[in-house]
């Protein structure tokens, strides 16, 4: 895996050796970042579900002025702290179940990336724990990756765009008109 753009571009990232682990390819990882280009610079983002920490990382390389990688295991934990080292990037990595970081959370988000493990179940409870906490700002962005053949609800959320990349999804919400 590598970083695809901007201030890292080409930089290496360690390679995902766990099971548990499962990283958003580079095309999809890619056509993500190309789409949210114009919107990234300056914001806050929360890479939720951080893995590798390599969609965080991708943000920050294209301009993202703060990202926090949340993952409850500390394998993940580990191998995000150590690609954010080998990049020479100071940020916040917590070890902490998504919902229990969620209720702590004092702070809104511009992006929040969501890429949980498939068929548990959590996108519907931390969408709605987001919504609950206005953890997103008020033109913020959710990406939902996800299979293709998943359904949610992801009420109080308004779906803006889909885009599937053979059994990938992306689901980009915001929040709904009042």
């Known amino acids: 895996m590598r970083i695809d753009s901007g201030k890292f571009k080409g930089r290496k990232l360690l390679d995902n050796k766990f099971e548990h682990i499962r990283p958003t390819t580079d095309k999809v990882r890619q056509a993500l970042f190309v789409k949210l280009q114009f919107f990234l610079p300056g914001k806050n983002v929360l890479d939720l579900f951080c893995g590798t920490g390599a969609m965080g990382i991708e943000a920050l390389s294209r301009g993202a002025e703060e990202v926090v990688f949340v993952d409850k295991d500390s394998r993940s934990v580990q191998m995000t702290k ?97």
Do not use: W
């Not at 008020?138 to 059994?167: A, Q, R």
């Open 82 to 178: 150590t690609n954010l080292k080998n990049m020479g990037i100071i940020a916040k990595v917590a070890k902490c179940d998504a919902n229990i970081f969620l209720d702590k959370c004092e702070k809104q988000f511009d992006l929040i990336i969501l890429d949980p493990p498939y068929k548990s179940g959590l996108y519907e409870k931390v969408l709605k724990k987001i919504s609950e906490r206005n953890l997103l700002t008020d033109d913020g962005i959710i990406v939902c990756e996800h299979n293709s053949l998943d359904k949610f609800d992801y009420s109080p959320f308004n779906v803006f765009d889909e885009k599937k990349y053979g059994n990938i999804m992306l689901t980009y919400l915001n929040k709904q008109d009042n």
